[in-house]
Nanobody
Framework: SVQLVESGGGSVPAGGSPRLSCTHS????????MGWFRQAPGKAREGIAG???????YYAGSVRGRFTISQDNAKNIIYLQMSSLTPDDTAMYYC?????????????????WGQGTQVTVS
């Protein structure tokens, strides 16, 4: 079965640039998308970045220009490079795989979730 395991979270100073990683194992269809969601305290989960099998990337407006999603197919890793963090970016960040990743949505089309990694910006 597919497993997604995130790493790279923690406490980060405002303006910091951490990188989250998501290692995936098991079979993921080439037609699937991969992406990142986040859920801040008291808020709904939202998709913030997605990458299609052809490498096409897309972002939510709240992170566009500050976050970059990428993939290393040889290592089965999805990355989220974050920069210019503010306290508003404090959230649990989740890696996801599915038939589609919709930015701004709470997870329609996602078939597999990671366990999440907390990012706290202060």
């Amino acid at each position: 079965s597919v497993q997604l395991v995130e790493s790279g979270g923690g406490s980060v100073p405002a303006g910091g640039s951490p990188r989250l990683s998501c290692t995936h194992s098991g079979y993921i269809s080439s037609r699937h998308c991969m992406g990142w969601f986040r859920q801040a305290p008291g808020k709904a989960r939202e998709g913030i970045a997605g990458i299609r099998s052809d490498g096409d990337e897309y972002y939510a407006g709240s992170v566009r220009g500050r976050f970059t999603i990428s993939q290393d197919n040889a290592k089965n890793i999805i990355y989220l490079q974050m920069s210019s963090l503010t306290p508003d970016d404090t959230a649990m960040y989740y890696c996801a795989a599915g038939t589609r990743i919709i930015v701004g949505d709470d997870g329609e089309g996602v078939t597999k979730w990671g366990q999440g990694t907390q990012v706290t910006v202060s």
